[in-house]
Nanobody, 124 residues
Framework: QVQLVESGGGLVQTGGSLRLSCAAS????????LGWFRQAPGKEREFVAG????????NLADSVKGRFTISRDNAKNTVYLQMDSLKPEDAAVYYC?????????????????WGQGTQVTVSS
C-alpha cells in the first residue's frame, strides 16, 4: 500500500508558476514510476508528466513541454511538478499516481495508487 499526498496547488495568474509536491509513504518509493495527471471539469483525466523508477527517464505531454518539469527525490519520497508559464487551460485538479515498473505510462488505467488531488486555478 502506498499513500500519496499532493500539495502546492492554488490560484495563479496567467504566466505565473506553481510547484506541486507529492509525498509518498512507504519504503519502496524508489521502486515506483510516478505520474502527474490532471482533470478539468467535464473532461477526462489526462497525463501531464511522468518519471521513471530511478529518475533517468521523464515524459511530458506535448501541451506542457517547455513549461513543466518533473523531478523526484527518492530520499524524501517526494515527486515534484514545476509548472511555469501557466495558462488558463492548465487549470484542473492535479493528481499524482504511482505504478510498479520502469515504463512511464500515459494511461491512468495502469497506475495503482492515487493521491486526493490538488486544485490549480489560473486566472486570465
Amino acid at each position: 500500500q502506498v499513500q500519496l499526498v499532493e500539495s502546492g496547488g492554488g490560484l495563479v495568474q496567467t504566466g505565473g508558476s506553481l510547484r506541486l509536491s507529492c509525498a509518498a509513504s512507504g519504503r519502496t518509493f524508489n521502486l515506483y514510476t510516478l505520474g502527474w495527471f490532471r482533470q478539468a471539469p467535464g473532461k477526462e483525466r489526462e497525463f501531464v508528466a511522468g518519471i521513471s523508477v530511478i529518475g533517468g527517464h521523464t515524459n511530458l505531454a506535448d501541451s506542457v513541454k517547455g513549461r513543466f518539469t518533473i523531478s523526484r527525490d527518492n530520499a524524501k519520497n517526494t515527486v515534484y511538478l514545476q509548472m511555469d508559464s501557466l495558462k488558463p487551460e492548465d487549470a484542473a485538479v492535479y493528481y499524482c499516481a504511482v505504478k510498479r515498473g520502469p515504463e512511464v505510462a500515459t494511461t491512468p488505467l495502469v497506475y495503482d495508487y492515487w493521491g486526493q488531488g490538488t486544485q490549480v486555478t489560473v486566472s486570465s
